[in-house]
């Protein structure tokens, strides 16, 4: 009997089979191809460019307003209660440009405060709330 050499002896096969690479590459090659398109922009809208040289002609001084851990709250370093807090949030929301809350809170006040500050000043109308930190120490 003679054996041949180039056959399949049955035997573990050691060539890897990379048909179903090729296939998978060429799906993805194909996805790739039509999302590329749609990620650019296609109305092109001209964009301001910001100056901070410039400034506004307009300015408005802001609200300070100042809360202690105990719930004692300075507007402007004048006490306040809530009641007043309230009344001036409704006036400083009608002024035109609005002036814009800043809060400094001491950093051991119950959050709990701080949030019925922020809901008086959006009940109030104020736009704009900004909170005071200090840089690193």
Same mark, same amino acid.
């Given at each position: 009997m003679a054996m041949s050499s180039g056959g399949n002896s049955?035997?573990?096969?050691s060539e890897i089979n990379v048909t179903?690479?090729?296939d998978v590459m060429l799906v993805l090659l194909i996805i790739f191809m039509? %999302? #590329?398109p749609l990620m650019s922009h296609r109305i092109t809208v001209e964009l301001p %460019? #910001?100056?901070?040289?410039t400034t506004d002609t307009e300015q408005v001084t802001p609200m300070d307003l100042a809360v202690k851990p105990d719930g004692s709250?300075?507007?402007?370093?004048v006490e306040v209660n809530?009641?007043?807090l309230k009344a001036k949030f409704?006036?400083?929301?009608?002024q035109s440009p609005q002036p814009e809350l800043q809060i400094r809170?001491?950093?051991?006040?119950e959050y709990k405060i701080v949030k019925k500050v922020l809901a008086d000043a959006k009940e109030a109308g104020m736009v704009h709330v900004g909170f005071m930190t200090t840089g690193k120490e």
């Open positions: 049955g035997g573990p096969m179903p690479l090729v039509i %999302t #590329a %460019t #910001a100056n901070p040289k709250m300075y507007l402007d370093d809530e009641g007043e409704a006036v400083a929301a009608q809170a001491d950093k051991t006040t």
